[in-house]
């Protein structure tokens, strides 16, 4: 089994930061693509940024220049700085990961139990 475990979502004022954290544990062999996903009251969830084992970032338009994902591939962990955080950006934020297991030999897609992020004032 895999586990996405994420954390640092919470409460915070316009304008203001969080970073969020999701680390990647169980039985892995390797990990491909991470990445943020978001999903607000009422709304399908939504992508919001995605880096790949190589560092090769996507974002989606609403996020550009004010979120920031980044991975350490040692303690297979992607984070998530939201900077500039508006009162639509507030989700539950879920990570997620394509990783290949000890014991499979395709890919398979890991969800986290998400993080509340709720941005206001």
């Known amino acids: 089994q895999v586990q996405l475990v994420e954390s640092g979502g919470g409460l915070v004022q316009p304008g203001g930061s969080l970073r969020l954290s999701c680390a990647a544990s169980?039985?892995?062999?390797?990990?491909?693509?991470m990445g943020w996903y978001r999903q607000a009251p009422g709304k399908q969830r939504e992508l919001v940024a995605t880096i790949t084992s190589g560092g090769s970032t996507n974002y989606a338009d609403s996020v550009k220049g004010r979120f920031t994902i980044s991975r350490d591939n040692a303690n297979n962990t992607v984070f998530l700085l939201m900077n500039s955080l508006k009162p639509e950006d507030t989700a539950v934020y879920y990570c997620n990961a394509m990783v290949i297991t000890t014991w499979g030999t395709s890919w398979t897609n890991y969800w986290g139990q998400g993080t509340q992020v709720t941005v206001s004032s």
């Open positions: 169980g039985s892995i062999f390797r990990i491909g693509v």
